[in-house]
């Protein structure tokens, strides 16, 4: 089992920036070579991709809405995520959520049913 607790989130003005991490503890998840990704999910809204990572930070894919925003990254020293977050938007309002996959693949990196655990997430608000 693995379990992933989120923190960063906040409240942060139009154009800011904000990081949020994700540190997974049980079993190693390196050691397990689990793919992280970050979905979100705006009030009223369907839980949608934002970005994933392999096991070692070689590969990375973006959801279109935050490419060039957004950068995954990973410690796997310090078993940790993180989603660097710029020019924010009113529109990235949301729960963020972490998750990760056995999957060595790509297929499914950008699904929720691609991810095998979850965490419980946390709020970003972006207003002024």
């Known amino acids: 089992q693995v379990q992933l607790v989120e923190s960063g989130g906040g409240l942060v003005q139009p154009g800011g920036s904000l990081t949020l991490s994700c540190v997974a503890s049980?079993?190693?998840?390196?050691?397990?070579?689990?793919?992280m990704g970050w979905f979100r999910q705006a009030p009223g809204k369907e839980r949608e991709f934002v970005a994933a990572?392999?096991?070692?930070?070689?590969?990375?894919y973006y959801a279109a809405s935050v490419k060039g925003r957004f950068t995954i990254s990973r410690d796997n020293g310090q078993n940790t995520v993180y989603l660097q977050m710029n020019s924010l938007k009113p529109e990235d309002t949301a729960v963020y959520y972490c998750?990760?996959?056995?999957?060595?693949?790509?297929?499914?990196?950008?699904?929720?049913?691609?991810?095998?655990?979850w965490g419980q997430g946390t709020q970003v608000t972006v207003s002024s």
């Open positions: 998750a990760a996959r056995r999957s060595t693949g790509v297929a499914g990196r950008d699904v929720q049913n691609g991810y095998d655990y």
């Open positions: 049980g079993r190693s998840f390196s050691t397990y070579v689990m793919g």
């Open positions: 990572i392999n096991w070692n930070g070689g590969s990375k």
